[in-house]
Each structure stands twice: as structure tokens, then as C-alpha cells.
């Protein structure tokens, strides 16, 4: 991706938001909708669906009898629910499943068989037909929503089959049927089985999720019945008149080569992703499922929010009985948006870090300095959590404002010189005593360390970013033996953290953009999220209250997310 491009995107976050979250067709008006003129002078009757049902039924090449339209996919997946709820019917749902299969199995109250997906989250099929009694329904989602798994044409006239050897029925959700290479052998199923009925949508491909228009089809008896617990007027006349246009040569044709585009740019995201220790199931659909370590996906999903996509991190009914951490996001039709956010996510250009409380523990020298100079000031010993329970607060990135903020609230004053000068003293020493710099360790391991200022050091660009002065924090340098980063220190800077300017400044020198910062501090989380960085908090899950997109124990957690 040329920096151009970068450039472009990163101007994202103010404009309109991508949504990648409900499989919509959000980045690519049909142009066949052009030019479209609403019957306006015809408003005032109650609309018919007489013209839009031969026009479909035409287009797909069935007799009117066996199609039902209806409000969207949604209210076919309704009338089913019904449909089962009157007969006394069994409900057999495989999961994964979409969510208004798992919401409507219970706003319903029906009997309901839930089948628990393999290891893999594909669907159990074997488990499913075991499960099918006569009079009982089995779901089937092909392209299955939310993994994207595709059952071929054999797999469902063979379930469709044994289904009707038990007299029972299969309903089949074909929402995404377009992305696929089925979208005519589902019709051949059509005119075989009397006991499946097949739901269709204009939501998806088609791009037309608005306008609220899906379909059933089935055998004529079938059909028939569903109609007759229908509303009458399910569908409104402009909706009628739009629909209309998407069963044409031109609409079909526009889909054809749309979902062709979307199949494209799925293999290639595909491809990117297999370079990461990340399981993409394998999809057919205009979106993938993505299972990974839970801290991957947070860092996913916010750095798809840094850049305004939206895309499904809270879903519904993968499994009963195990914890599938998993997203799912569709498949845009422009790229490198979504591209360059994952690439925020997984290859960072640049990892900031602070020093205190991330690479160095201080909670033996300027934290003790801090008690020590307020029981100077004020006679009083604070403990250590009141301390951090002030800087928890935020504004308090140096240290020595921290001191002087704790002696003011011991009803005491003293001028930050006053304050500077007996903090320096216990914290380099003197004469009388050792400096209790001396009593700092390492949090950053070796291993940590050589990864990610040596091994990585050609592909990783990084910088210290810390509020202390500059000979301190070359001193914690030194002690940390890192050689090759940036160094930018609160004398290097005209505003300290919360501001961002220390992080703009790495951004500079190294020309990179796709960067993160890990801080121990409100104050850290804050620079990292105005500098336009992914903000890693460590050690305080408090720190998410102050803009932090992930939360780690401690620093050396960032090995497995590099």
C-alpha cells in the first residue's frame, strides 16, 4: 500500500463509517438502482405484490404459487417460528447459528434441539440428521451466518432426503447463496423435496437491506400454508416498486459480477491473515469468522474502530457449552480501509513504550521518593496504594506534580523546586544515603528484549517515551542494556503526557504511522489515543475508563501479540 494511500485512510476516523458488521453491501450502490422514480400518485392505495411476484417468479424461473414474499428474511424466519409454535413441531438448530434462530427458539418457547458445533466450529451435519424425528424442522444456513461454511448440493439433497424418509422438514436459509457457485441448483432441490422450504433475501448481495423485501419458496402446499399466516400488506408499494428492479437481466448481471468481486477480496484478506497465528474458518460467504486469542481480537476490533469500519465482535449462538472467541467481519468491496486496520492490529510500524511501571519496576525508588518527600513536607507516611490511587486519577505523568499534589492534600503546601529538590535527593542519594534508583529492576525480560529491539529491530521501529529527565531515563536505558530505540524524555518535549506531543515525535522521526503505546498511566492511554495510537494499558484494567484499547498483566504479554 503506498503511503498515499496511508495517508488517505487515516483521514477515516472523521468521515463515514465502514460497516462490516451485518454483512450488508455498505461501499457499493447497485447502479441498477438509478434513475429510480417512485409511483408517487399511487401512495394512497394499499399496496399489491402482484407485479413484483410474477416479475420474481419469472426471474427464478418457478410458478407464483410456490414463492411467498415477505418483509425481508426476518419475518420468513417469523412465519417459520409460527409455523412450528401451531403445529407442535421440533425445532433442531445445528450451531453456529444466526441470531434469531437462537433468540427465537425462546421468545417462542418452542422445542428445540440445539446441536454443539465440532472443535472447529463447523456444524456437526452428522449429529443433526441423527437428530431429525418426524415432525421435526432442521435449520440449515448455507452459506452458514456467522462462520461462512458452505454445505455443497450433495451434502443438502442427501439431508433433504433423509428428512423425508422421517417425514420431516428442512428449512434451509440461502441469505448468501448469491456468493456461492448454488444459486441455481437450489432451485433443482426446489422442484425435488415437498418438505423444504428455502429463504431468500435482497439484503445481502443484492445491497437492498433497506427496502426489507425476502422470500419463501416452496412446493405449492407448503407455500400455501405459509401464506395464510402471512400480513396481507407485508410490504410497502415503494418497497414493491425497488424490489422490482433487482429480478431483472441487469440486476442479475450487476450481482454475478459484485459477488465475483467480494469472492476476490475474501481470498485476499484470506491470504493476509494467514500470516498470523489466527483461524479463519473457511467461508463462501461476503464475510469471515475469525477465532483467535481473545487479545487479538481486542486489538482487532479496536483498531477497526481507530478507523471508523464496524464490524461484529458480540455474536450469539456459536456453541452451549464452550467459549469460542471469535469476530466476524464482511468483505468490502474497496480494501485497503479495512486492510490497513488490520495491519494496525497484527504489524505495527512502531511500538512506543513507557519507562515506569512498563519496562522498569519503580516501585522501590520513585514511588518510595514520593512517600518519602510528602512525609517531609507534612509528617505524614502515606502507603504506597494512595500514591497510585492519586495517579490513577490522571495528570500526574511526572512525578514530582504528584508530590506536591499529595502534600497539598495533606493540607500543606511547597514549591515545586522545594518538592524537586528533596524527591532528587532520595532518589540519587547523597552523602548519608545509597540513592534507591539502585533498588529499580527490569519488568522487561530478555526474551522480550532481544525480540523486540534486536531480532525485530529491522522490520519494528521503537521508542522510549517517558516522563522522566533525560539523564534518568538514559540511565534506565543503560540498566535495561537497550541501545538501538529512540529516547524521547520530558526534557525533549515542550508538553508531558497526557498531551501527545512525545509520541507525534517518534511518529516523525521514524515516518510511520501504525503505532502503539503502552503505558501504565491514564496519562499514557490519553497521549496514545489523541496521537491516533493503539493504547496498550498495563497492569490496571482501570486503565479502559481512560481510553485503553487492551489491557495486558504485564509488559512481556506483548511477545505472543508480535
Given at each position: 500500500m503506498t503511503q498515499l494511500n496511508i495517508d488517505k485512510c487515516l483521514d477515516y476516523q472523521s468521515k463515514k463509517a465502514l460497516k462490516l458488521d451485518f454483512n450488508e453491501r455498505s461501499d457499493s450502490l447497485p447502479l441498477w438502482l438509478s434513475g429510480i422514480d417512485v409511483e408517487l400518485e399511487s401512495l394512497w392505495k394499499y399496496p399489491s405484490k402482484n407485479n413484483l411476484q410474477q416479475r420474481a417468479a419469472k426471474n427464478l424461473g418457478i410458478n407464483e404459487q410456490q414463492l411467498l414474499l415477505t418483509n425481508g428474511g426476518d419475518e420468513a424466519i417469523e412465519l417459520m417460528f409460527k409455523w412450528v409454535k401451531l403445529n407442535n413441531y421440533q425445532i433442531i438448530i445445528p450451531l453456529p447459528a444466526f441470531s434469531q434462530y437462537w433468540i427465537g427458539k425462546d421468545s417462542w418457547q418452542l422445542d428445540s434441539v440445539l446441536i454443539e458445533p465440532n472443535e472447529d466450529l463447523s456444524i456437526n451435519l452428522e449429529q443433526a440428521i441423527q437428530a431429525i424425528e418426524e415432525s421435526s424442522v432442521l435449520i440449515l444456513t448455507s452459506p452458514n451466518n456467522p462462520s461462512g461454511e458452505t454445505f455443497t448440493y450433495e451434502q443438502i439433497k442427501a439431508v433433504c432426503q433423509q428428512a423425508k424418509e422421517k417425514r420431516a422438514y428442512v428449512f434451509i436459509d440461502f441469505a448468501y447463496i448469491e456468493f456461492t457457485e448454488q444459486e441455481q441448483q437450489c432451485i433443482d432441490l426446489l422442484n425435488e423435496f415437498e418438505n423444504i422450504l428455502m429463504l431468500r433475501t435482497l439484503s445481502k448481495a443484492y445491497g437492498l437491506a433497506g427496502i426489507r423485501v425476502g422470500y419463501l419458496m416452496g412446493q405449492e402446499l407448503i407455500i400455501s400454508t405459509f401464506k395464510a399466516l402471512a400480513l396481507p400488506f407485508n410490504i410497502s408499494r415503494p418497497n414493491e416498486q425497488l424490489a422490482q428492479l433487482a429480478f431483472s437481466d441487469a440486476a442479475r448481471l450487476e450481482v454475478r459480477n459484485y459477488c465475483k468481486q467480494i469472492s476476490e477480496n475474501r481470498q485476499q484478506l484470506v491470504n493476509y491473515l494467514a500470516n498470523f497465528e489466527l483461524v479463519i474458518n473457511d467461508s463462501q460467504a461476503n464475510f469471515i469468522l475469525i477465532q483467535a486469542d481473545p487479545r487479538q481480537l481486542q486489538l482487532i476490533s479496536s483498531a477497526c474502530n481507530q478507523f471508523n469500519i464496524q464490524i461484529k465482535s458480540d455474536l450469539t449462538g456459536l456453541s452451549t457449552k464452550k467459549e469460542f472467541s471469535a469476530i466476524r467481519i464482511g468483505i468490502p468491496i474497496y480494501m485497503d480501509r479495512l486492510l490497513l486496520a488490520l495491519r494496525l492490529a497484527l504489524e505495527p510500524e512502531l511500538v512506543c513504550f513507557d519507562m515506569d511501571g512498563v519496562l522498569i519496576d519503580t516501585s522501590s525508588s520513585y514511588d518510595q521518593c514520593i512517600i518519602k518527600a510528602v512525609q517531609e513536607f507534612t509528617g505524614k507516611k502515606l502507603t504506597r496504594e494512595a500514591v497510585l490511587k492519586v495517579r490513577g486519577q490522571g495528570g500526574f505523568n511526572n512525578d514530582w506534580l504528584l508530590a506536591q499534589e499529595l502534600i497539598r492534600l495533606?493540607?500543606?503546601?511547597?514549591?515545586?523546586?522545594?518538592?524537586?529538590?528533596?524527591?532528587?535527593?532520595?532518589?540519587?542519594?547523597?552523602?548519608?544515603?545509597?540513592?534507591?534508583?539502585?533498588?529499580e529492576t527490569a519488568f522487561l525480560s530478555q526474551?522480550?528484549?532481544?525480540?523486540?529491539?534486536?531480532?525485530?529491530?529491522k522490520s519494528l521501529n521503537t521508542a522510549v517515551v517517558t516522563g522522566r529527565p533525560k539523564s534518568e531515563a538514559e540511565q534506565g536505558l543503560s540498566q535495561l542494556e537497550i541501545r538501538n530505540t529512540l529516547l524521547i524524555s520530558d526534557d525533549d518535549v515542550a508538553q508531558s503526557k497526557p498531551n501527545p506531543e512525545g509520541i507525534q515525535k517518534a511518529k516523525s522521526y521514524y515516518q510511520k504511522n501504525l503505532v502503539w503505546m503502552l503505558g501504565d498511566a491514564p496519562d499514557d492511554m490519553q497521549a496514545a489515543k489523541s496521537a491516533g495510537a493503539i493504547a496498550i494499558g498495563i497492569g490496571d484494567d482501570n486503565l479502559y475508563q481512560y481510553g485503553a484499547d487492551l489491557v495486558l498483566n504485564n509488559v512481556n504479554e506483548l511477545e505472543y501479540l508480535l
Open positions: 495533606q493540607g500543606k503546601s511547597a514549591s515545586i523546586e522545594q518538592v524537586t529538590q528533596v524527591f532528587q535527593r532520595f532518589y540519587l542519594g547523597d552523602t548519608s544515603n545509597k540513592g534507591l534508583y539502585l533498588k526474551k522480550l528484549s532481544k525480540k523486540v529491539f534486536i531480532s525485530k529491530a
